[in-house]
């Protein structure tokens, strides 16, 4: 990896999503910047990451997860099962006591958060929005039609600045071109090894659903971040699976 002074915007086609997966592991690890990590996950450890990152699936549904080499020691990031498993967290608002949002909650059952303080006392009340925003884009297409820019499903609040752990996955944008529904999406932050291939594997299933709901067929999906990245502990695991177990990464 080479010194530079400058931002390196990288741009991936793919054919489908495992695909994408290979070939951003093998992007990351040739032109990555490394750094320590002030604030944030893992924070103390080095992450290695795009300046920023625009991925191009053009199959999306053809290979959801990713496939390991045959005799293979590699753990797969995620399978089928966990996928299946994180679509009813995206469709469904439901989520526990300790968590401050989900992204189904962002989706179907938006609350914004409300402080108040009562005798030096902060108390937090949620304030449902009554906004489905999922079924809204699906009503928006099919009683409006599709020439419009304005059916963006948004995941981020302003609010989310004060949480320890704001959602990385931010803006849902979707289009219906040439027949097909696509989505655009985009993530502050995302765990290349870990996240990338549930988050997208479970979207491709949120995006096959509102296509069939629309009427219309299943299209691409493009994503962009500034915060693509590889943890330490997924740096020799990349190395493995992309066949690069020579390439040194130096920690500055």
């Known amino acids: 990896m080479k010194q530079r002074n400058h931002l390196k915007p990288v741009h991936i086609e793919a054919f489908d999503l495992d695909d994408s997966w290979f070939k951003c592991l093998t992007k990351i690890l040739e032109e990555g910047h490394v750094y320590k990590i002030d604030r944030g996950s893992y924070a103390g450890q080095h992450r290695l990451e795009f300046d920023f990152v625009s991925v191009h699936v053009k199959n999306p549904a053809h290979q959801i997860i990713p496939i390991m080499p045959e005799g293979s ?61 999922i079924e809204e884009v699906i009503k928006m297409y099919k009683t409006q039609g599709y020439g419009t820019n304005q059916a963006v499903m948004e995941i981020g609040m ?26 655009i999406l985009y ?21 096959q659903y509102m296509a069939e709901e629309i009427g219309v067929e299943n299209g691409e999906i493009i994503a962009c971040s500034k915060g693509l990245h590889l943890y330490e502990y997924a740096w020799e695991l990349a190395k493995q699976r992309t066949h690069k177990y020579d390439l040194e990464i130096k920690i500055k």
């Not at 949480?163 to 989505?183: E, W």
């Not at 993530?187 to 995006?207: A, Q, T, Y």
């Open 187 to 207: 993530f502050r932050s995302w765990d290349l090894w870990g996240g990338m291939p549930s988050n997208l594997g479970g979207l491709e299933l949120v995006k």
């Open 158 to 183: 302003p609010s989310d600045i004060k949480l320890n752990d704001p959602p990385c996955l931010r803006l849902i944008d979707t289009r219906v071109r040439y027949g097909k529904l696509h989505f």
């Open 73 to 133: 020691s590699i753990p797969p990031p995620t399978t089928m099962d966990y996928i299946q498993q994180y679509l009813s967290y995206l469709l469904t608002g439901q989520k526990t006591q300790t968590e401050d949002y989900t992204y189904g909650e962002r989706l179907v059952d938006p609350k914004a958060k409300i402080e108040t303080q009562t005798d030096g006392k902060i108390m937090v009340q949620e304030m449902p929005l009554q906004c489905n925003q």
